[in-house]
Structures are given as structure tokens and as C-alpha cells.
T-cell receptor, first 113, second 110 residues
């Protein structure tokens, strides 16, 4: 099963409220990623876990948090949603090592109002 | 963060025709390129990857890489309507960071 599961598929949030998105995979992959995708733009890497080590991109460092309580699960947390957070959030995972295939979930479409 | 440029933004080819998509990285440290395909409403799925200079062929799909210019291209021969999708190019530099381009929207007209 090469499935990465994301919940929920659609999320509506109010400005200023927190948002928590969930991702799981059963492939025993070492690395799990979160990307943000807006229409007509490239998926933007927000952060990734390699095993238990969290790596956040410099330009999104303070906007997103994440946790990985075990190998299979990874969450993306927004403490206070703004309108600019409206986007598709893609979770992905890959096997250990570098330059290995990345498997994507179907995404969570977040709309902030 | 934009390190991967794709062209064209959109492409229309007739069924049976050849589709050619381009991708260039501005990061000289990348050493691996990927092509992903995303059908509408679905998650991106890897098509092909390449890290050596030259060409790699899988069925109707051929990928070229020129490491000196950090340019890769994807060619689809005998294009089918089912090939209509968003094609994403990605580059990585061996540290788990994978960066994507904006994509090329391919439409194959019957």
C-alpha cells in the first residue's frame, strides 16, 4: 500500500483560529513532508521530518509547527490562521536515504475566512 | 524558494502528437531531477527520475538531462488524452529537500 492519507480533505477555518492537519502513512517511511500549494504556483516546501528531526524552511519557520508522535503520523499546525494560509496542503513521505521517490497524499484544501 | 523553472506554462497537442516539456534549476547544488504527473483531483505521482547526463526512456516517455546547464526535458510521444494533466518538475540535492516548479498543464486533444 503506497498510500499517504490526509484528513480532512476540506477544512474551513476562521481568521485568527488554530488549524491542525493530519497525515499518515503505513510504508514505514523515514521522511514526511508538508507542502503548501496555491493555484498556478509550485508546491512550496514548508517543513519535513527525517525520523524525529524536524527541518523547517527559513521563510516559513515561524508560521508552521509540526509534530510526529510516531513513524506513521505527522501533523501540521497553524497557530493563528490568516487569509493568506488558504491553500492546498500536501503531505508526502519517502523511504530513508536521499533522492528516493516521494509519495503524495491527496491533500487538504484549507479555506480561511 | 523558487529554484525550479518550467516551460511552457501550458501546452496543447493533438492526440498522437509529441509533447515536450522543459525544466531548469537555478540551484547549482541539485543532483537529482524528478518528473511528477498530477491528474485533476488526484495526488502527484512520480513518472520518472534522472540523475545522470543523457537520456532515459520508459515506454512513450523520454527524459533528457544536461547536468552542465541543469536542464531536463520530458518528451511524450504518441500523446493520449489520458496524458492530459499537470506535469511537475522537481529537483533535489541529496538532503531530503525537494523543490518543485510551477508545472506545465498539458492538454491532449482527441
Amino acid at each position: 500500500d503506497t498510500t499517504v492519507k490526509q484528513n480532512p480533505r476540506y477544512k474551513l477555518a476562521r481568521v485568527g483560529k488554530p488549524v491542525n492537519l493530519i497525515c499518515s502513512q503505513t510504508m514505514n517511511h523515514d521522511t514526511m513532508y508538508w507542502y503548501q500549494k496555491k493555484p498556478n504556483q509550485a508546491p512550496k516546501l514548508l517543513l519535513f521530518y527525517y525520523d524525529k528531526i524536524l527541518n523547517r524552511e527559513a521563510d516559513t519557520f515561524e508560521k508552521f509547527q509540526s509534530s510526529r508522535p510516531n513513524n506513521s503520523f505527522c501533523s501540521l499546525y497553524i497557530g493563528s490562521a490568516g487569509l493568506e494560509y488558504s491553500a492546498m496542503y500536501l503531505c508526502a513521505s519517502s523511504r530513508g536515504g536521499t533522492n528516493t521517490e516521494v509519495f503524495f497524499g491527496k491533500g487538504t484544501r484549507l479555506t480561511v475566512v | 524558494q523558487q529554484k525550479v523553472q518550467q516551460s511552457p506554462e501550458s501546452l496543447i497537442v493533438p492526440e498522437g502528437g509529441m509533447a515536450s516539456l522543459n525544466c531548469t534549476s537555478s540551484d547549482r547544488n541539485v543532483d537529482y531531477f524528478w518528473w511528477y504527473r498530477q491528474h485533476s483531483g488526484k495526488s502527484p505521482k512520480m513518472l520518472m527520475s534522472i540523475f545522470s547526463n543523457g537520456e532515459k526512456e520508459e515506454g512513450r516517455f523520454t527524459v533528457h538531462l544536461n547536468k552542465a546547464s541543469l536542464h531536463t526535458s520530458l518528451h511524450i510521444r504518441d500523446s493520449q488524452p489520458s496524458d492530459s494533466a499537470l506535469y511537475l518538475c522537481a529537483a533535489s540535492r541529496g538532503n531530503n529537500r525537494i523543490f518543485f516548479g510551477d508545472g506545465t498543464q498539458l492538454v491532449v486533444k482527441p
